[in-house]
């Protein structure tokens, strides 16, 4: 197998926070030089910054506590950049549900937004975004920002009491504030994937796009729609020519970036990892599951977990970057480096690539 060419420059590891609090879930958001990851360990939620593009992290910060914090298949929290604010979101709650002692959900979760605009030293009181209360209690998000203040999270929600519904909220200053939910899509059978976490986007226009996996006829596909302003988005478009019927959730909704006006996406399918783009073909790239996508350098790169390896794959070619770890996340510099994450043995172990 042909190398990657890219050097592993440097390792951090972070965590646990305690005896009972593994670093889990890790999350990554960068601009410029910047770089930022939050991870849930425990009943709390931290943030870790660095200002040289990855090749440090510091001192984990806590953003908050909560009493119950989901941190399994995808639960964890998510991060973005809105200018110079960092922003994390993330489900907590007080009451346990009757899927408590499974997967850790309360059943009055709401989805949380914590604003940093020091760089990630101090962190705000956390915002509900969430206008129906215990609606995104499954835990399941995505999160994206353009950079300059807008903001969009895309969730899981049960609020009808029928089925699972895909809804959304926009900020439009650097999540400070949220609009009131919208619905983005409900299934005509009566419910969307259960436990696959959604992926939002930003286009250069300003274009808002979200994906998540559906459940129609009995199948488990990948569906990407869009909108201008984040209130009505358009007719749904299927990802990829094949399909997975499933009477069962995989917990596992890939990836999605954006650079200008093109939407990638990455996401699994039985055993095997698809590159997708919407009218165009499913390009089968690897065997494994739970994928994190990223650009860098405008090139696309795709990290999963393969059995208990953590594998990277560009153009083509597969590396192994770690023989055991769980969870992986990806993030793209504009000079061509990546930074990898990943959960192994209760810490967070972080590598920058060239």
């Not at 941190?71 to 964890?76: E, F, I, Q």
């Not at 002692?101 to 915002?127: E, F, N, Q, V, Y």
């Not at 459940?215 to 596909?221: A, N, P, V, Y």
């Amino acid at each position: 197998m042909h190398s990657l060419l890219i050097a592993a420059l440097f390792a951090t590891h972070l965590g646990p926070m305690g005896s009972d609090a593994p670093a889990r879930e890790p999350q990554l958001a960068a601009q410029g030089s910047r770089v930022a990851l939050t991870f849930g360990a425990g009943r709390a939620i931290y943030c870790s910054t660095s200002h040289d593009g990855g090749k440090t992290f510091g001192a984990p910060v806590k953003v908050a506590d909560a009493a119950i914090l989901p941190l399994n298949r995808h639960r964890g929290p998510r991060i973005a950049f809105a200018g110079e604010t960092i922003v994390i979101t993330a489900v907590i709650g007080k009451i346990p549900s009757h899927e408590q002692h499974a997967h850790g959900l309360p059943s009055d979760g709401d989805l949380m937004a914590w604003r940093s605009t020091d760089g990630g030293k101090s962190w705000s009181a956390g915002i509900v975004v969430n206008d129906v209360p215990g609606a995104p209690t499954e835990g399941l998000h995505g999160l994206t920002a353009d950079g300059e203040g807008v903001v969009f999270a895309a969730w899981l929600d049960k609020r009808s009491g029928k089925g699972t519904r895909l809804y959304g909220a926009r900020s439009e200053d650097a999540g400070a504030t949220w609009s009131r939910n919208v619905l983005i899509y409900q299934s005509p059978d009566g419910t969307i994937c259960e436990c696959c976490a959604p992926s939002a986007g930003i286009a250069g226009d300003g274009r808002i796009a979200v994906m998540w996996r559906n459940w129609l006829g009995g199948s488990r596909d990948l569906y990407l729609t869009q909108s201008r302003g984040g209130v009505q988005f358009s007719k749904p478009q299927k990802l990829g020519n094949g399909t997975w019927p499933l009477n069962a959730c995989p917990m596992d909704g890939g990836g999605m970036v954006v650079s200008g006006e093109r939407m990638i996406s990455a996401w699994r399918r039985g055993d095997t990892v698809y590159l997708a783009e919407p009218g165009k073909p499913e390009v089968p790239i690897g065997d494994g599951k739970d994928v994190a996508l990223a650009l860098a350098g405008n090139q696309p790169y795709a990290i999963w977990s393969n059995d208990t390896k953590i594998q990277l794959w560009h153009d083509g070619r597969i590396e192994t970057l770690a023989e055991s770890g769980a969870f992986p996340a990806l993030v793209g510099l504009r000079d061509g480096s990546l930074i990898a994450a990943w959960e192994h043995q209760r810490e967070i172990i972080t590598r920058r690539m060239r």
